[in-house]
C-alpha cells in the first residue's frame, strides 16, 4: 500500500507529524460535536502528539492511557503482546508459538508491567479522576505504531467503557499493522503506510525522534491540571 501523503518520507518531529494527523482528524470530525470528542495519548510519545492535537480544539478532553508493551524472553524490545490491567491483555499467539514462550515467563512479564503501569499512574495521574470515556468519540493517539500491540490493547479496554466511537490516529504503520487496528477500531487514520518488509522501527521515520522523559509527560498533565 502507498504512503497516503506521497510529498513526505518522514516527519521532521513530533509536532509535525500531529500537525498533519490534525489535517485529516478535521475531516474526519467535522460533523460531529467538539463537545463529544476526547483525545487520549499512549505515553510516551504519543502524549507529544494528543497535546498537540488537544491545543488545536480537535478535542474538548485529553488524557492519558498507560498500556505496556509484554517484552520476549531475553528480548524485551521484541514485543510479544501488550497490557493494560490483569483483566485485560493481547497477545499475538504467532510469535508467542515461534518463540515457545513458557506460560509461567508470560505471567512474570504480565506482573512485572502491571507495576510498571501502576508506577507511571501514579506519576503521570496523581489524582487518578474518572475517565471521560462512555458516549465520547475516543481519538488515541501514539507516535507510530510496529506491531500495534499497545494500540490493540488501548482501545479494547476503553471499548469496556463504552464510547461512541474509537479512531486510531498514528502518524506511521505497517500495512499489517494498520490492517490489524482497522479490526479495534471504526476508524484508523494515517499519514505513512510503508510496506511491512520496509519498517524496522517507527523512529527510521522521523528526522527528530528524541527520547521523551517521564518528567515531560509530568509536565504536560501539570499544565493541564492548571487550565
Known amino acids: 500500500m502507498p504512503n497516503e501523503n506521497n510529498s513526505i518520507t518522514k516527519f521532521k518531529d513530533r509536532e509535525h507529524a500531529a500537525d498533519l494527523l490534525i489535517s485529516k482528524l478535521k475531516n474526519e470530525l467535522e460533523e460531529e460535536n467538539p463537545k463529544e470528542i476526547a483525545v487520549f495519548g499512549v505515553p510516551r510519545g504519543g502524549v507529544i502528539l494528543a497535546n498537540t492535537i488537544y491545543k488545536n480544539r480537535c478535542a474538548n478532553y485529553f488524557d492519558i492511557v498507560i498500556p505496556r508493551k509484554l517484552g520476549a524472553p ?135 525522534f528524541e527520547e521523551i522523559t517521564d518528567d515531560k509527560v509530568v509536565k504536560i498533565m501539570k499544565e493541564l491540571d492548571q487550565k
Not at 80 to 86: H, L, V
Not at 100 to 127: A, F, M, N, W
Not at 167 to 184: D, S, Y
Request: hydrophobic content about 40%; cysteine-free; proline content about 6%.
Open 74 to 208: 531475553n528480548n524485551k524490545e521484541l514485543g510479544i503482546g501488550a497490557i493494560m490491567d490483569k483483566d485485560t491483555v493481547y497477545l499475538n499467539e504467532y510469535v508467542v508459538k515461534a518463540l515457545r514462550v513458557p506460560p509461567d515467563y508470560i505471567e512474570s512479564e504480565k506482573l512485572s508491567q502491571v507495576q510498571e503501569i501502576g508506577r507511571r499512574t501514579l506519576l503521570y495521574r496523581p489524582k487518578q479522576e474518572e475517565y471521560e470515556i462512555k458516549d465520547k468519540i475516543i481519538i488515541l493517539v501514539d507516535d507510530g505504531a510496529a506491531t500495534g500491540a499497545t494500540l490493540v490493547v488501548s482501545a479494547r479496554w476503553i471499548k469496556k467503557s463504552k464510547p461512541k466511537k474509537i479512531i486510531i490516529a498514528i502518524p506511521v504503520a505497517p500495512n499489517e499493522t494498520v490492517e490489524l487496528l482497522k479490526n479495534e477500531a471504526d476508524k484508523v487514520v494515517t499519514i505513512l503506510i510503508p510496506p511491512t518488509s520496509n519498517f524496522t522501527s517507527v523512529a527510521q521515520f522521523y528526522d527528530n
